[in-house]
């Protein structure tokens, strides 16, 4: 997971020195840090996208030999297919 370094005393000082009553101030803080950790869990780390591209990057491969395989299977049916028609070598 990802830590973020968050301030509450500083946050809550600056809601209190703004008229805000401390109580106030406090349960706005612990709602904005909060709402921050909840955002925190949904974010991706570099090695979560390195091994989403890895992933990607096997299965674009696969693809492509399949691929491969699909052309040379079709064109072995046309040679096939000439020659079974008349005229054909």
Do not use: C, N
Request: hydrophobic share 45%; no cysteine; charged share 30%.
């Amino acid at each position: 997971m990802i830590a973020i370094t968050y301030d509450t005393l500083k946050f809550v000082r600056r809601l209190k020195d703004s008229g805000i009553p401390e109580a106030q101030a406090e349960a706005i803080s612990d709602a904005f840090r909060d709402a921050q950790e909840a955002r925190l869990t949904e974010l991706a780390t570099k090695g979560d996208l390195q091994l989403q591209k890895q992933e990607l990057q096997l299965e674009i491969e696969r693809s492509k030999v399949e691929i491969i395989k699909w052309v040379i299977g079709m064109s072995g049916v046309v040679v096939a297919l000439i020659k079974l028609l008349p005229g054909g070598h």
